[in-house]
């Protein structure tokens, strides 16, 4: 709960609970990894990790006795992405502070939830769809790569007919991930409306596209394919023309700092504060990203 005694403090005051929970319809994507507890420490402005993938030797197989042993090991690609900062901030009167409008309490506290909101969107459309940029040259201004550009090459599908998606082509993009060997079978799909429109009338009126709604809150529509079950979500932020498949164990957040309220220097008659997160998406291993565009 926001309060403004909190509020007024000469420290800053976490909202990591409390991003969680908010605007879950319109940040399907960052509320996905939230709530599973995807998340982690940065300790930087660019974050590093290793991509682990297993060696895929077809034939291991030894005679008894065998004393010449081969030697494997996981590669080890390291990858990284750029830390992004959100900000947005809060300035009322001191009046405005002291009104206490019925149905809302104090509305300093009102506008840091809305901000709060705000940069969640924010970091949401970041997520889904960002440009990277280290921010090295004007404006000097971090940029992360978004889902979207994660995908492994041979993860990458182009419709055969313009502007329209096929159920085969749905299902050719869950089997990306199936082919890349991924144990779960659990997949989540974003998509936006008008291909989520049409994937709808690919399945309309058929057994395997089932409604769900124990999704962090949303309504999920459910494929199943041999290869696993493709859970679509509806993502406003997403590309029109794209569908974008991932394994969620695969992914995360990288947070060097969470969102938090920071109370800024009184000027005069005002009070001032900001609400600010830095942080990243990490993508462990590129093979857990699909994407399928459509034909133009």
Do not use: C
């Amino acid at each position: 709960m926001f309060k403004s005694n909190n509020l007024t403090t000469t420290e800053s005051i976490s909202l990591s609970k409390e991003i969680t929970k908010i605007g879950v319809q319109d940040t399907p994507l960052v509320s996905l990894l939230l709530e599973k507890g995807r998340t982690e420490k940065a300790n930087g402005t660019v974050h590093t990790w290793r991509e682990r993938v297993l060696d895929d030797t077809q034939d291991i197989s030894v005679p008894e006795g065998n004393e010449s042993v081969t030697f494997y090991q996981s590669g080890r690609a390291e990858l990284s992405n750029v830390l992004e900062i959100f900000q947005k901030g809060v300035s009322i009167s001191g009046t405005s502070n002291a009104i206490n409008v019925q149905g809302q309490g104090n509305i300093f506290s009102a506008e840091v939830a809305d901000r709060l909101t705000e940069l969640k969107v924010n970091l949401e459309k970041a997520v889904t769809k960002g440009v990277k940029n280290d921010g090295s040259t004007a404006p000097f201004i971090r940029k992360m790569q978004g889902l979207e550009g994660w995908a492994d090459p041979a993860n990458m599908i182009t419709g055969a007919t313009s502007g329209q998606i096929t159920e085969d082509e749905v299902k050719a993009t869950v089997k990306k991930l199936w082919d890349q060997g991924l144990p779960t079978g659990e997949y989540f799909g974003l998509v936006n409306a008008d291909m989520k429109e049409q994937i709808d009338a690919l399945y309309k009126d058929k057994y395997n596209y089932i409604a769900q709604q124990n999704v962090f809150g949303l309504v999920v529509d459910t494929i199943r394919t041999n290869y696993g079950n493709l859970n679509l979500i509806l993502s406003r932020h997403a590309s029109a023309d794209r569908l974008t498949v991932f394994d969620p164990n695969y992914l995360s957040l990288a947070f060097l700092r969470d969102a938090r309220f920071e109370p800024l220097a009184k000027v005069g008659d005002s009070v001032r504060g900001h609400v600010v997160a830095e942080g990243t998406l990490k993508v462990a291993s590129k093979k857990a990203v699909a994407v399928y565009t459509l034909k133009a």
